[in-house]
């Protein structure tokens, strides 16, 4: 089935360091993909998404472009800041034709991020 | 608008007792998922429901778990007997389907531990 792999953790960075965090999919079709992260105590939330090759998705100073020739999606940002501190999960749907799995999303193993100041 | 709401945040039992966990989701979503994360494991995916009809429950671990969804604005997970093993941190989340049901958004998550 589909799936999506990311690079081992933890990764460990000073402030104002450039981040990246390799996730590297595994589909049938081209179905979206997905950066959520989970921030100490909380819930996963979404970061950003791409719904189609070559698209790029952006917030918060994060970015990351859906790249099929590679089967990529890593997540960049220029300049990490402490409060970026978090557990970082890519993400893409199980059967995004509509099928017996709509709506059920296959996440990776997450990768956690520290910043010190 | 409220999000996602879980309850309790906290629950520590014995081994044996029965735990049920609630989720509220947030008011017109129609997707409605239960996951459980651990370090050894990470994410899993437990069941999910779709206009409250559970969809998928291959994740669910054993019989001893249950979940159920009576109607739109509510759904439990229920664990009897508990074991040790149990312990983890168990996220509800829900999407909407218009609005790309591939968005979820997640509760703040319980947090089980069985002595």
């Known amino acids: ?117 | 608008d409220a999000g996602v709401i879980q309850s309790p945040r906290h629950e520590v039992t014995e081994m044996g007792q029965e735990v049920t966990l609630r989720c509220k989701p947030i008011s017109g979503h129609d997707y409605l998922f239960w996951y459980r994360q651990t370090m050894m494991r990470g994410l899993e995916l437990l069941i999910y429901f779709n206009n409250n009809v559970p969809i998928d429950d291959s994740g669910m671990p054993e019989d001893r778990f249950s979940a159920k969804m009576p109607n739109a604005s509510f759904s439990t997970l229920k664990i009897q007997p508990s074991e040790p093993r149990d312990s983890a941190v168990y996220f509800c989340a829900s999407s909407l389907a218009s609005q790309g049901k591939d968005t979820q958004y997640f509760g703040p998550g319980t947090r089980l531990t069985v002595l």
């Open chain 1, 1 to 117: 089935g589909d799936s999506v792999t990311q690079m081992e953790g933890p990764v460990t960075l000073s402030e104002e360091a450039f981040l990246t965090i390799n996730c590297t999919y595994t589909a049938t079709g081209y179905p979206s993909l997905f950066w959520y992260v989970q921030y100490p105590g909380e819930g996963l939330q979404l970061l950003l998404k791409a719904t189609k090759a070559d698209d790029k998705g952006s917030n918060k100073g994060f970015e990351a472009t859906y790249r099929k020739e590679t089967t990529s999606f890593h997540l960049e940002k220029g300049s990490v800041q402490v409060s970026d501190s978090a557990v970082y999960f890519c993400a893409l749907p199980q059967d995004p034709a509509g099928g017996t799995s709509y709506g059920k999303l296959t996440f990776g193993q997450g990768t956690i991020l520290t910043v010190h100041p």
